[in-house]
C-alpha cells in the first residue's frame, strides 16, 4: 500500500476505524480545506465570534476551554450548533498529563485512573460531552490512555497524543517520539493520531519503524504554521502550509494568532480574509503532494 501522504482524505476517511477521525477527514475532503484553526481567548463573546468567522473555512476549531473568564453551558451550546452550522469538528486542546502510581503510595492506579475519567467526563466543563477530540502526553505512560479511552471511545471521541512540539528546546523527540507511536497502536479505536511537526508513524523498516502504507492511518495536525513569520518571542518556530504538508507529510496544519491576532481577535472581515489565505496555501500543498 502507499503511504497516507499519497491518499486523498476521501480515501481514507472511508477507511479509518475511528469515527471521528472519518468524520474529520470526510470534513476535510468536503470543504476543501486542512486548516485548524486555534482560538485562545479569555471571553465566551470572542470565542464565538471568531469562531463563527473561520467556521466556514476550516475542519476544526481548537479550544483552551479554561481560560475562558466566562465559561458556562452556553458557551458549550453555541459552539457546538456552529461546529453544525459550519460543518467543523471541536478539539479540545487539554493536554491531558495526569500522575500514574507511585510505588509505595496509598493513591492507587485505580484512583489515579478515577481522577483522568472526572477531569474528561465530569466537573464544569464535561469536555467528553462537547468535543470531537482532545489531547494528552503519555509522560505518565499508558495508564492516562486507558482511562481517557474508559470515558471517549464510547462517545465515539478520538484522542491526539502529543508527540512532537513546535516550541524550540522542547523535549518530545527521539525516543519519547518513537514510544508515542508504539503506545497509539495499543489503542486503535481511540488514538487517532498525533500533535507532531512530521509524519512520525512512517519511518525506514530498517530503523525499527514500520513501512510506509503498512501501519495504521494516524492524522498528523501540526502548529507552528506562518505565512508572515517565522518565529515568535515565546520560543515558537513558525513553518509554511507546504513545508509541513507537501514536505512533512502532515495532515492538518493548526494556525492561531496568525488568523486572529491577539487579544479579543482581529475584525471578523479580516480573520475571514486570513483564513482564505491558510486555506488555500494548506489544500494547494496537500494537492501537490497527491501529484508528485
Given at each position: 500500500m502507499p503511504s497516507v501522504t499519497k491518499r486523498t482524505y476521501a480515501d481514507r476517511a472511508a477507511k479509518h476505524p475511528i469515527p471521528v477521525a472519518q468524520q474529520l477527514l470526510a470534513v476535510c475532503d468536503r470543504k476543501r480545506t486542512n486548516l485548524c484553526v486555534s482560538v485562545d481567548v479569555t471571553s465566551k463573546a470572542s470565542l464565538l465570534r471568531i469562531a463563527d468567522a473561520a467556521g466556514p473555512y476550516c475542519c476544526c476549531i481548537k479550544t483552551h476551554?479554561?481560560?475562558v473568564e466566562d465559561f458556562d453551558r452556553d458557551l458549550v451550546e453555541q459552539l457546538q450548533a456552529l461546529a453544525e452550522k459550519h460543518d467543523f469538528l471541536i478539539w479540545e486542546d487539554r493536554k491531558f498529563a495526569d500522575?500514574?502510581?507511585r510505588e509505595g503510595d496509598l493513591m492507587t492506579e485505580e484512583k489515579f485512573g478515577l481522577t483522568r475519567r472526572l477531569v474528561y467526563s465530569s466537573g464544569i466543563y464535561k469536555i467528553a460531552s462537547w468535543a470531537h477530540i482532545t489531547n494528552a502526553h503519555?509522560?505518565?505512560?499508558?495508564g492516562i490512555l486507558t482511562g481517557l479511552a474508559s470515558?471517549?471511545?464510547p462517545l465515539g471521541r478520538g484522542l491526539l497524543l502529543l508527540a512532537e512540539m513546535s516550541a524550540k528546546g522542547n523535549l518530545a523527540t527521539g525516543e519519547y517520539t518513537a514510544k508515542n507511536v508504539e503506545a497509539a497502536r495499543r489503542y486503535p479505536n481511540f488514538v487517532m493520531g498525533f500533535v507532531a511537526m512530521k509524519r512520525v508513524d512512517e519511518r525506514e523498516e530498517t530503523a525499527g519503524g514500520v513501512t510506509a502504507g503498512e501501519g495504521p492511518d494516524f492524522v498528523?495536525?501540526?502548529p507552528g504554521i506562518g505565512l508572515d513569520s517565522k518565529g515568535d518571542g515565546m520560543g515558537q518556530?513558525?513553518?509554511t502550509p507546504d513545508e509541513v504538508i507537501r514536505e512533512s507529510g502532515c495532515d492538518i496544519i493548526i494556525v492561531g494568532r496568525g488568523i486572529y491576532g491577539g487579544g479579543d481577535g482581529n475584525p471578523s472581515e479580516e480573520i475571514v480574509k486570513q483564513c482564505q489565505r491558510y486555506q488555500a496555501a494548506g489544500w494547494?500543498?496537500?494537492e501537490r503532494r497527491l501529484k508528485e
Open positions: 476551554i479554561d481560560i500522575i500514574g502510581t503519555l509522560v505518565p505512560g499508558e470515558v471517549g471511545e498528523i495536525m501540526t518556530q513558525y513553518r494547494e500543498s496537500y
